[in-house]
């Protein structure tokens, strides 16, 4: 249990490092080939460009975990706990529905790949993993978003503040 526990707290940051380093490292040496031996590759480019991909969708999903997605929350200020939980319900229900539909139609991007073997032209490596990005970036933000709403109906029932995340401003 403890083992799921830090997955479900750490999961997200060490996927995000992996492809941020593999993205930094991978730019850093094309940078070098291309100004010390005049050379770059297709490869290194995919790579950073697949690597940002990731960094793009799976950092969504940790933005929904802590609530660090951009919002305006001007009105959040003049309402109370009860009326604040079962906005943010609200918020994480629509989310919710638009995650669904957004995975079921990343989902359909990935098969019709897998179905006609298409290939990164670099790599030579099958679009596929290239392309999971999104429907893992979904996925697992309709796992943060069931914690969300679980979390914010917890809140509700106990009167206690709901979960609203670091500020950037005070």
Known sequence: MKILNRI???AERWALLVFYVMLVMTMAVEVLRREIFAYSSI???EIVRYSFIYLAWIGAAAAVKE????RIDVVMHYLGPRAKALLYIFGDLVMFFVAVIALYWSWEAVHVSWK???VSHGL???MVW???AVPIGFALMLLRLVQSF???LRSLRDGTPVYEGDKLFD
Do not use: V
């Open 130 to 132: 290239f392309l999971l």
């Open 150 to 152: 679980l979390r914010d």
């Open 124 to 126: 030579r490596i099958s």
């Open 116 to 118: 006609f073997g298409s």
């Open 8 to 10: 479900n707290k750490d």
């Open 67 to 70: 609530r660090a997605h951009i």
């Open 43 to 45: 490869w290194g480019e």
